[in-house]
């Protein structure tokens, strides 16, 4: 559609279907409108030849003076709208009235000091209200309809408050504020899901007075709070307390979570005794007591070689010699040739692993003849093999010694490796 005939549907010449399309702008003349900047400007006057004085409700036709104002419109084919309204003021004609001059108002287009249409601020109130501020402001925009954080919410803060009439069905919980410090207290209208009020703390005496200024409520939805039951039971005396269903089931999952954790070792299944087979047994416990060394000793080696293993690796299928790959990574030549040389990562760490001698090899006899005789204490057997000369650490030796207490007995120690 052409500007001529956008200026042609909006003019005053097709007064039933403004109306019918546009009722707020049926009691004006729209002169002309045109789209700039991907949005439609309206231009219009009012209609009518005489407006009425807001204070004593008499009409007049004597003109003070014109202005324009600017009023956003809700959206019109995904451009927002923005009109352009000549106002006039007028003269009162009542002598008596306080009221010396005016400026008219268009029904259903205009309001004292507003700067949205009423369409257009029925449309952001309910968006704000879905969704406040930040998130409303966003989908606003999407649809065409501008408007701030902050002028979002004081849309919602211009509402007038709901009248006060009595709640039959009432809920009452609390919320933190600040949780484990401060706490109030929400009421809601379970019949249809809104909130009521809202209270300070969840004190009974607080809860009481409040049923106290508002009779009628028949029943008292509450979760189990003490203070909650005290205050329904003075407030309103004659409505019934009921527990809501949620906090019924809560509740109770609360409590089966802690008698199950309490009783656990009772619901444990026995474990399968082994079958005595003592060359079995020690196969298992060597086994299973070298596999400990290995995770202790191995893993911040292990994990180091496959590092340096595949970068190597990356640099020899880049087409790179020993050399340039030395010069690149800074190791030792005799290094980098075996990691240039080694098929797997598999092969560098077996190697590593069978061929390095440990600070607890000339112990092991000892730990193992103490953990057969009855000592467990891995601090006690940690403090005796100090005292004999061993450097190192109490983590590798509780490592060591974890297969031996998961199968209850020590195999005899493998000898120490010779380095020869």
């Given at each position: 559609?052409?500007?001529?005939?956008?200026?042609?549907?909006?003019?005053?010449s097709?007064?039933?279907?403004?109306?019918?399309?546009?009722?707020?702008?049926a009691?004006?003349?729209?002169?002309?409108?045109?789209?700039?900047?991907?949005?439609l400007?309206?231009?219009?006057?009012?209609?009518?030849?005489?407006?009425?004085?807001p204070?004593?409700?008499?009409?007049?036709?004597?003109?003070h003076?014109?202005?324009?104002?600017?009023?956003?419109?809700?959206?019109?084919?995904?451009?927002?709208?923005?009109?352009?309204?000549?106002?006039?003021?007028?003269?009162?004609?009542a002598?008596?009235?306080?009221?010396?001059?005016?400026?008219?108002?268009?029904?259903?287009?205009?309001?004292?000091?507003?700067r949205?249409?009423?369409?257009?601020?029925q449309?952001?109130?309910?968006?704000?209200l879905?969704?406040?501020?930040?998130?409303?402001?966003?989908?606003?925009?999407?649809?065409?309809?501008?408007?701030?954080?902050?002028?979002?919410?004081?849309?919602?803060?211009?509402?007038?408050?709901?009248?006060?009439?009595?709640?039959?069905?009432l809920?009452?919980?609390?919320?933190?504020?600040?949780?484990?410090?401060?706490?109030?207290?929400?009421?809601?209208?379970?019949?249809?899901g809104?909130?009521?009020?809202?209270?300070?703390?969840?004190?009974?005496?607080?809860?009481?007075?409040?049923l106290?200024?508002?009779?009628?409520?028949?029943?008292?939805?509450?979760?189990?709070?003490?203070?909650?039951?005290?205050?329904?039971?003075?407030?309103?005396?004659a409505?019934?307390?009921?527990?809501?269903?949620?906090?019924?089931?809560?509740?109770?999952?609360?409590?089966?979570?802690?008698?199950?954790?309490?009783?656990?070792?009772?619901?444990?299944?026995?474990?399968?005794?082994?079958?005595?087979?003592?060359?079995?047994?020690?196969?298992?416990?060597?086994?299973?007591?070298?596999?400990?060394?290995?995770?202790?000793?191995?893993?911040?080696?292990?994990?180091r070689?496959?590092e340096?293993?595949?970068?190597?690796?990356?640099?020899r299928?880049?087409g790179?010699?020993?050399?340039?790959?030395?010069?690149?990574?800074g190791l030792?030549?005799?290094?980098?040739?075996r990691f240039?040389?080694?098929?797997?990562?598999?092969?560098?760490?077996?190697?590593?692993?069978?061929?390095?001698?440990?600070?607890?090899?000339?112990?092991?006899?000892?730990?193992?003849?103490?953990?057969n005789?009855?000592?467990?204490?891995?601090?006690?057997l940690h403090?005796?093999?100090?005292?004999?000369?061993?450097?190192?650490?109490?983590?590798?030796v509780?490592?060591?010694?974890?297969?031996?207490?998961?199968?209850?007995?020590?195999?005899?120690?493998?000898?120490?490796?010779?380095p020869?």
């Amino acid at each position: 559609m052409s500007l001529s005939q956008v200026s042609s549907c909006l003019s005053g010449s097709h007064d039933h279907g403004l109306g019918v399309l546009l009722p707020h702008l049926a009691g004006t003349i729209v002169e002309r409108a045109e789209v700039a900047a991907r949005r439609l400007y309206v231009w219009a006057r009012a209609r009518a030849e005489q407006a009425a004085c807001p204070a004593c409700g008499r009409f007049s036709v004597r003109v003070h003076s014109r202005y324009q104002r600017r009023l956003a419109d809700a959206a019109i084919g995904g451009r927002p709208v923005l009109i352009r309204l000549t106002v006039r003021r007028f003269f009162c004609p009542a002598p008596d009235c306080p009221v010396t001059t005016f400026a008219e108002q268009v029904q259903g287009l205009t309001v004292r000091y507003a700067r949205r249409t009423p369409p257009l601020a029925q449309m952001l109130t309910a968006v704000a209200l879905a969704l406040a501020g930040r998130a409303g402001a966003r989908l606003a925009a999407l649809l065409g309809l501008p408007a701030g954080r902050t002028g979002m919410l004081r849309l919602i803060m211009a509402l007038p408050d709901p009248q006060d009439r009595p709640v039959p069905v009432l809920g009452v919980d609390d919320f933190a504020f600040r949780r484990g410090h401060t706490y109030g207290t929400l009421l809601i209208n379970i019949d249809t899901g809104k909130p009521v009020d809202m209270l300070p703390d969840r004190e009974a005496d607080t809860l009481a007075g409040w049923l106290r200024a508002h009779p009628g409520t028949e029943v008292i939805c509450r979760d189990r709070a003490g203070a909650f039951a005290d205050g329904a039971r003075t407030g309103a005396p004659a409505a019934i307390q009921v527990a809501d269903r949620w906090h019924l089931w809560h509740n109770l999952a609360e409590h089966a979570e802690k008698t199950v954790a309490r009783h656990r070792e009772c619901i444990r299944e026995p474990d399968p005794e082994p079958e005595q087979d003592p060359a079995g047994d020690a196969e298992a416990l060597l086994a299973l007591q070298q596999a400990a060394a290995r995770r202790a000793d191995d893993s911040a080696l292990a994990r180091r070689t496959r590092e340096r293993w595949e970068l190597v690796q990356a640099l020899r299928a880049q087409g790179k010699g020993i050399k340039p790959i030395t010069r690149e990574t800074g190791l030792a030549k005799g290094t980098v040739r075996r990691f240039y040389r080694a098929v797997s990562v598999d092969e560098l760490l077996a190697s590593a692993r069978d061929g390095r001698p440990s600070q607890l090899d000339d112990y092991k006899e000892h730990l193992h003849q103490r953990w057969n005789q009855g000592c467990t204490s891995v601090r006690q057997l940690h403090a005796e093999i100090r005292q004999r000369g061993y450097p190192g650490s109490y983590s590798t030796v509780r490592d060591y010694l974890q297969p031996f207490r998961e199968l209850g007995a020590a195999p005899p120690a493998a000898p120490a490796p010779s380095p020869f």
